[in-house]
């Protein structure tokens, strides 16, 4: 059984371009969520998606979206690149949005940006 | 809004020591909490969740409402423990908040 696959792993980019990053959740898993960790921190919530809708939305500027697709993967943008958006970028799925089920976590896209 | 507290960066202890990774929280409801893993160049990984009440790996947490903590804790550790640990919270708008992490060393 696939865990939670990310794709691409290392990504470096050039500050005010555009990034798009992807994950797909475990089989049978409904929920993805989007996180940051910045080296040296903890991860921070960017977003989650349940059944192709947003439920929930972290301390992220406009410049961050994401999206689900009908089989669940997700993607998550970020447009006009600053060098501070450098960080490990994490998906996790989960089998629904609410409390009781924990979270897997993808081994995450190294985002670099020069 | 909801924080998580990990108050030491780094924890040194030796083989077969005792140890215990603080987590302190505030959140005015009843928090769901977790305790994550990452062992070197690898996933962050569940470790522990309080509503399960079960021991992993030899590590147990109980979370402590009165005090808002839920520290993790191993009698005796062994040099494969060795990793990043983080403390987090899920509060009723589903999204975790983790702690700034701990470094556990655990030397032979």
């Known amino acids: 059984d696939a865990g939670v696959t990310q794709s691409p792993t290392h990504l470096i980019k050039t500050r005010g371009q555009q990034v798009t990053l992807r994950c797909s959740p475990i089989?049978?898993?409904?929920?993805v969520s989007w996180y940051q960790q910045v080296l040296g921190q903890g991860p921070q919530f960017i977003f989650q998606?349940?059944?192709?809708?947003?439920?929930g939305r972290g301390n992220f500027p406009d410049r961050f979206s994401a999206r689900q697709f009908p089989n669940y993967s997700s993607e998550l943008n970020v447009n006009a690149l600053l060098l501070g958006d450098s960080a490990l970028y994490l998906c996790?799925?989960?089998?629904?949005?609410?409390?009781?089920?924990?979270?897997?976590f993808g081994s995450g896209t190294r985002l670099t940006v020069v | 809004a909801q924080r998580v507290t990990q108050p030491e960066k780094l924890l040194s202890v030796f083989k077969g020591a005792p140890v215990e990774l603080k987590c302190n929280y505030s959140?005015?409801?009843?928090?769901?909490l977790f305790w994550y893993v990452q062992y070197s160049r690898q996933r962050l990984q569940l470790l522990l969740r309080?509503?399960s009440r079960e021991s992993i790996k030899g590590f147990t947490a109980d979370l402590n409402k009165g005090e808002t903590s839920f520290h993790l804790k191993k009698p005796f550790a062994q040099e494969e423990d060795s990793a990043m640990y983080y403390c987090a919270l899920r509060a009723a708008g589903n999204m975790l908040t983790f702690g700034g992490g701990t470094r556990l060393m655990v030397k032979p």
């Open positions: 998606y349940y059944e192709k809708e947003e439920r």
């Open positions: 309080h509503i």
């Open positions: 959140y005015s409801g009843s928090p769901e």
């Open positions: 089989s049978g898993h409904k929920s």
């Open positions: 996790a799925s989960s089998r629904t949005a609410g409390q009781g089920y924990g979270y897997t």
